[in-house]
């Protein structure tokens, strides 16, 4: 059952993975709808005074994000892979360090 619940952790880590990637795709829908791209650019497109830097913080935040869930995915199924191998032994050590 572990096993399970383990895959039902992957399929919301996949999701949230696909979630974080379509925010830029939001935040452009909104605004060329005229809005405030979530406050991106508080008094909408034609009057967007934002930094140099926000769309490249945006970037590296999303890129990060994606990273660190992607690893967590690879935890996980390497979890499911020692659960489903009969290897027993889920330690961090052995998660992270030992090779199979």
Sequence with gaps: MT???LRAV???LLLTILFVAAIPLF????L???GSGRGLCPSGLSGCETTYTA???LAVILVVTI???VAAVRFTMR????LESGDHRLTIWNLFFERR
């Design 3 to 5: 096993v399970f619940w």
């Design 10 to 12: 992957v399929a919301a």
């Design 27 to 30: 935040l452009l829908l909104d």
């Design 32 to 34: 060329t709808a005229g």
């Design 55 to 57: 769309g490249p913080e």
């Design 67 to 69: 990273f660190a869930l």
């Design 79 to 82: 979890a499911i892979r020692r």
